[in-house]
DNA sequence: ACCTGAACACCGTTCAAGT
DNA sequence: ACCTGAACACCGTTCAAGT
């Protein structure tokens, strides 16, 4: 009549959290082998239950790269958070938040190209899809970086509106997406002068590419090319 | 004895380039489906032939999306160089260039995302990537557009080095693939406004976003969140 | 040379049960 | 409720053969 519930590790019913852990589990699957292209089944595996176990929490392989999207958001937008926390330049704060911005991204690269690869996003039209608040909350730090004064003597002119600092933000967002990517995928590197490209491309960004690209360091680009 | 080999259609033995056809069914599916979990048995059905003859012409299915990437970036390359080719100001040869890129890109989302995607990227390091020097080719017309005086006064001084320039290319490219994937992964939006942002962008970049940005059009940010 | 059919070890997903 | 095993229709890839 005893059911010895607490001490020994019992094998059948397991697990109060499945659905945590198998969110984790991929996580993990994810950094290693940075791709997607792990099995439902070896996250099951790793987890310690059967192969079918998964699909009481997730209705799809899908719906479970969505949830851990929506981590990849949440731990960036910490990254940025903390990275601009104590700073009072705007300046400053931009540069911080960008240095978070892409080094988060080529620390995981496989977790930024699922955010932002856009396997969740097209399909139908209408769906909502569940990461796209977790994308709106790491938005918002960069509206604020930005509209907070980080346009310097502009912000404070009653000319200044809405369509204007959105213009700012599409600049900065895209130009550090860019970035990031063009590092991650190899197309510009090595990923230890990121720092330093960084720094570059957000001068270049603020004061405008006529006046202020200041030199490269060398090896930027990486190559050369097979035979020419 | 006859053959009959030129007028009816022969059953056995068809295909002089199966190569060719493979990868061109390949484009075709990639284009209508806008993913690339397409199967190889799927290609080699609409191919008409049997799901195993690709393996003659490809060692892999990476190797044969390698191949379509290698295409891509053929194509995008063509773009940019027709759009370019009747005009003489940098700053037209730049901004038409920048059109280029982008429209190519949000023509064919998931076609961008293969070349770019990192689907072929990692894996090991020292491994040749098959479509490199197609990307290279490419990278020669932003180069070229850049260095051949898009950068105006700086780029007459004796003081402008490779350095600088590499610096441009690197805002710029970095700059548009930024812009083109956001608008691919529907982040901002609606891409029937892509000329107009690109422009607005393209003018940012160039003069720089303290001084310059203009207004955006208005409904450019994708949203809004669920509940905020 | 170029293509085929059968076979292998895997998938994602579904379903009728078990505790 | 939560989990399981068996089953289905598919993959990518390999291999021994056919013309």
Redesign the pocket.
Known sequence: MDKDISTKEQR????GD?HRAIVETALEVLSESQSTEF????LARRAG?????P??HFA??RELLAAVSAIGFELLAKRMAEATKELDSPRQRLAAMARAYVSGGVNNPALYRLMFGGYLAGQDEGRPVIERTAAYNMKALIVSAISDGALGRRIEDTEVNTRTIDGAILVFWSQMHGLTLLLVDRLVGPSNKMEELTENVLQGMLEGLVNSIPAMPEGVWVGPPQAG
């Open positions: 059948p019913y397991h697990h499945l099995s439902l089944r070896e239950v059967s192969h079918n176990a699909y009481k799809d392989k």
